[in-house]
């Protein structure tokens, strides 16, 4: 998690045991919705990982990587694919292919970017991570990625996504309002703490 290490090892493991229980109950074609909490929580184990080799090459450096490939290439792209799966609207089902487009290619320009500029973590003066990184058309990628994540969320004809979709908006905003320089540290924490909600909503459904 963005604020320290306990922390983030402690959500890593409740997200990882509660995509395990969410993707036993699922249906074969509805895995990749209860597969989220897995995967956000083996991203905050990464970040948990990052904060005990802060600033000691090269595990520093392997870890800021490891973070960054679940947030800027696996999310964008990821995301719109698993509501694509459990959606029977063929309408819905085609703006969310579309979706899948706008994922792909903020995800593969995010994905050039990370390895053509320079990547660092380091700790806010609010006791979070930031990483930092130039990302030359941010403004743009920024607008593509949400359109991918929140978006895909807010197209679905299931409630609970829908829900989730307006909550990954609220949390992108507080996140922005409170800690706009560790933007991407904090919302992927607020997300992770949602998918916790989607995992419970999933097995309730």
Known sequence: MCFSAPVSF??????VATGVATTQKAP????????????FGVQ?????????????????????????LFAYVIWPVYTPI????IETSPLRRK????SIVL?????????????THNVMSEI???????????ITFWKAASVLYVLATCGSCLVSSKKFIRIFGILLCLSLIAAAALYLTS????????????????????LAN
């Open 10 to 15: 402690i959500a890593g493991a409740a997200l």
């Open 28 to 39: 074969k074609k509805e895995k990749m919705i209860g597969v989220v909490p897995i995967i």
């Open 44 to 68: 905050q184990l990464i970040e948990g990982g990052l904060w005990m080799t802060l600033g000691s090459a090269p595990w520093s450096t392997v870890f800021t990587y490891g973070f960054l």
């Open 82 to 85: 698993a509501v694509l799966s």
């Open 95 to 98: 703006v969310l292919k579309v």
């Open 103 to 115: 994922g792909a290619v903020v995800s593969g320009y995010l994905l050039t970017n990370m390895f």
């Open 124 to 134: 806010t003066h609010k006791g979070s991570l930031v990483y930092l990184q130039t």
């Open 183 to 202: 933007f991407g540290s904090v919302w992927c924490f607020f997300a992770a703490f949602l998918s916790l909600w989607l995992g419970i909503a999933f």
